[in-house]
């Protein structure tokens, strides 16, 4: 799962077994004379739309998106043999690299059309115009995200891949993946043919039994098990616990593929979370009249309003807090990769001055092994931040209103917030841009202007900056560790991320479109409205909150403070004190975090299904676990995304959702 939790520790145990080396042994596989090619990138992209279309769906629904990278490496190595046997020409490891990186770019490019944007019309700050008719500064604002989170990754390259070498999950098992499926001999192949047709099926499984819930919801919604025993006990509160607190059990296929790939430490934190947040502490505080009532936003606030809105904040405090609690504990490594950059941006100056360029001194040794003309050059990444900057600043003032002295803030504060979604993805495999985006919308909370409409879009487009190069940056990197562990050309992947970024641009305008006009409540208020919208009703109630329609209980800032201390402490004892062997198993004070934030507790219910059926599943055939669970896991995700699209599409035609609601709550 890449991840992109609005709110999507590799488990030892899994790394243990898979057994990727560093160290490719290449002579396993073809060589490779041209690992960027236009066919790999172009089916890269392609793939990629189809998990855009899925990730709008599912950033509407329940505020996650996933990443690509294995929807890319599996089928994109089924196409791309095949047009390779027709062709009679090489295809490697690396060149498959190069089309998951393009599937990845080209389906990621969404956060924005599932928070702020949405938000911004339910708050009546695009005046009385449509999607339809603001295509124009949609377009322009997707090709500013789309690009400046990408040149934005590059110089992060060094300190996460290379010197703090994290796991990032999904990228690791995409490497592992396109290893297993391009190594010789006949038992490879099967491996290739049972991994593509394990996919097929988990892809066609899950979004048929989608599909059928939409006719038929009351067998196929969930397992509302405490609801009916409370009615049969007459007890009111096991009876709230499911249909007030959503303590029930969901047919959420998304899920169960990524509690397979996600640490049994994340998962089982994140049920902690949950459980404190949404089972005991917010249902007691709202029996004792403290809190309103379990989710939304209640505004003006003028007491501790929701349970949702108590608990955003310390689930918040301690996801960025752990984040950069993880880059201080790599400071030395991190303080050569600054001033390695730095250095590289000065010998450029010096090297068009045609002066000497500058020897770093410092005895410092890099960990990577990458050879020189594969690298990205820095003139590349300057340049293209530079032009992408200066494209942000003009697009945010002419079309958002937004000052430009607010844009270049966000800017600078993007770079620092790029370190806790990194950081949080590399371990847990989770991008918390919810929590990064909170972070810029307090800074923005207030701007020197008497017009409420420009200070609240203000705030909006500055933290939609700082989640889109989070959502950006998270990808790039990702797909550069993919690279790393494959011995692949990061020049290659920078090439395939770029034109992958151009499919994107042109599919996620039109499909927010669509979705708006098949379900006009994401941008308005309504009663009844087939989806949660969490993310889009967080983004708009805290952009309330913090420009003047309220204040913050005390005992939520108090509590904020305390569990940053606690989550401080949690990773100095961990890195200090924990012995190796205990790590994969200590508490994921991250993942806690995300239980305060998401107010449903049947996603990790559902995760920890997972989770739980993973590890049954090593125990009952270790070898087709390993072979079979990531193509499994990628096929439950996209399947479940690709049936929200013909939804939507069923929606707009006029076809009715099913009436048959036996087994849900009354």
Not at 19 to 25: H, V
Not at 98 to 108: N, P, R
Not at 290 to 311: M, N
Request: a neutral charge; aromatic letters at 12%.
């Amino acid at each position: 799962m890449a991840e992109k939790s609005e709110y999507s520790d590799f488990p030892q145990e899994k790394v243990d077994h898979i057994d990727i080396s560093e160290d490719m042994e290449e002579e396993e596989f073809v060589h490779e004379e041209h690992q960027f090619t236009w066919r790999a990138v172009i089916v890269g992209s392609l793939l990629g739309c189809v998990v855009a279309a899925s990730n709008i769906y599912l950033g509407l629904k329940i505020g996650w998106t996933f990443g690509a990278a294995l929807w890319g490496s599996i089928f994109g190595f089924l196409i791309l043999s095949f047009i390779s046997k027709i062709t009679r020409s090489i295809f490697g490891p690396k060149e498959n690299a190069v089309c998951q990186a393009a599937a990845t770019s080209a389906g990621g490019l969404s956060s924005g059309f599932v928070t702020a944007i949405p938000a911004m019309y339910r708050m009546g700050l695009m005046g009385n115009s449509t999607p339809q008719q603001d295509f124009v500064p949609l377009l322009l604002w997707t090709i500013c995200s789309a690009f400046f989170g990408m040149f934005f990754a590059v110089p992060l390259r060094a300190h996460f891949v290379i010197n703090q070498d994290l796991v990032f999950p999904t990228p690791r098992a995409a490497a592992e993946t396109i290893k297993s499926l391009h190594r010789a001999g006949s038992s490879a192949a099967k491996d290739a043919r049972d991994s593509g047709r394990a996919m097929m099926a988990s892809f066609f499984s899950s979004m048929g039994f989608a599909l059928t819930g939409y006719f038929i919801p009351g067998i196929f919604d969930g397992l509302h098990i405490l609801y009916w025993i409370g009615k049969a006990a007459g007890s009111t509160a096991v009876m709230n616990a499911d249909r007030v607190w959503g303590w029930f059990f969901a047919w959420d296929f998304s899920f169960f593929g990524a509690g397979l790939m996600t640490p049994g430490s994340t998962v089982f934190s994140f049920c902690l979370g949950e459980l404190i947040a949404f089972g005991i502490a917010g249902p007691l505080m709202v029996d004792s009249g403290y809190l309103f009532k379990k989710g939304g936003f209640v505004y003006p606030i003028t007491t501790a309003g929701t349970a949702q809105s108590f608990f955003l904040w310390p689930g918040v405090a301690m996801m960025v807090v752990t984040a950069f609690a993880e880059v201080g504990a790599q400071a030395p490594a991190l303080y050569h990769g600054v001033k390695g950059g730095v250095m590289e941006i000065r010998n450029l100056i010096r090297k068009l001055s045609k002066k000497s360029a500058l020897v770093d001194q410092s005895g410092h040794v890099s960990k990577d092994t990458t050879p020189e003309h594969e690298l990205i050059p820095t003139a590349w990444w300057v340049s293209g931040l530079f032009v992408s900057g200066l494209m942000t600043i003009l697009v945010m003032y002419f079309n958002f209103d937004v000052p430009v002295y607010a844009t270049i803030g966000a800017i600078f504060l993007s770079f620092f917030l790029a370190f806790v979604g990194l950081q949080a993805s590399g371990e847990t495999d989770i991008n918390p841009t919810g929590a990064v985006a909170k972070v810029c919308q307090l800074v923005f909370s207030s701007i020197p202007n008497e017009d409420i409409t420009i200070v609240r879009k203000t705030n909006l487009m500055c933290a939609n900056i700082s989640a889109s190069v989070c959502s950006q940056s998270v990808d790039m990197v990702g797909d550069l560790k993919t690279a790393h562990l494959l011995k692949a050309s990061p020049k290659a992947m920078f090439w395939a991320q770029m034109i992958g970024s151009v499919f994107a641009i042109f599919v996620a305008v039109p499909l927010f479109i669509l979705y708006a006009k098949a379900y006009p409540c994401i941008l308005m208020k309504s009663d009844k409205c087939q989806f949660d919208i969490p993310s889009v009703l967080a983004w708009e109630q805290v952009c309330r909150l913090l420009t003047g329609e309220g204040s913050l209980p005390k005992e939520s800032l108090i509590l904020t403070g305390v569990v940053m201390v606690l989550a401080l402490l949690n990773v100095v004892i961990r890195v200090k004190f924990v012995p190796a062997a205990w790590k994969p198993y200590w508490l994921n004070m991250n993942a806690i975090g995300l239980g305060f934030i998401a107010p449903s507790p049947s996603i990790p219910i559902a995760m920890a299904t997972g989770y739980i059926a993973g590890q049954i599943w090593i125990r009952v055939s270790k070898s087709t676990h390993e072979k079979l669970m990531y193509s499994v896991s990628a096929g439950f995700i996209a399947g479940v995304g690709i049936a929200g699209l013909m939804k939507a599409a069923m929606t707009i035609a006029g076809v009715q959702e099913g009436g048959i609601t036996f087994g849900l709550p009354m």
